[in-house]
């Protein structure tokens, strides 16, 4: 598995973090309904297979993510960060493999460089994935 396949997993496994913050308001009702009578709670599981189909909040997730985590890790601008939130390597060894796995045609020593070309193609290949990210962080 690549680094690129391997942080997009490690991304995506964490989708119920987002999933329990967007759904905790909605559950309750519907354990109410379900209660009430068997046909409320037939409806139910019928909603649940409609929900893969939306794209996963890319931001929710690493934002709840960020929320628990002891270091103040900047995800939306750093591509170090990113990697570190999820509990991968980011040294930058690592970084210039990702960056060969993706392509970089840039000086892989000007990290700088890199970095920034790298936080973006990150989020734009979960966008292109599934990912739903926020519009300002694909430019």
Do not use: C
Not at 11 to 39: E, N, R, W
Not at 73 to 89: A, E, H, N, Q, Y
């Amino acid at each position: 598995m690549g680094l690129l396949s391997n942080l997009m997993s490690k991304i995506l496994s964490h989708s119920d973090v987002a999933a329990v913050t967007a759904v905790g308001a909605s559950a309750a009702p519907a354990a109410t309904s379900s209660a009430a009578g068997a046909q409320p709670a037939a409806a139910t599981p019928a909603a649940a297979p409609a929900a893969p189909a939306k794209p996963l909040d890319i931001a929710a997730i690493l934002d709840g993510l960020a929320v628990n985590n002891p270091e103040k890790l900047d995800w939306k601008k750093s591509i170090v960060d990113l990697m570190k939130l999820v509990g991968m390597d980011s040294s930058f060894k690592a970084r210039k493999q990702l960056a060969q796995e993706l392509n970089y045609t840039g000086d892989p020593n000007d990290s700088a460089s890199m970095n920034i070309w790298l936080h973006k193609q990150v989020l734009i290949k979960l966008s292109e994935n599934g990912g739903k990210v926020p519009e300002d962080l694909l430019r």
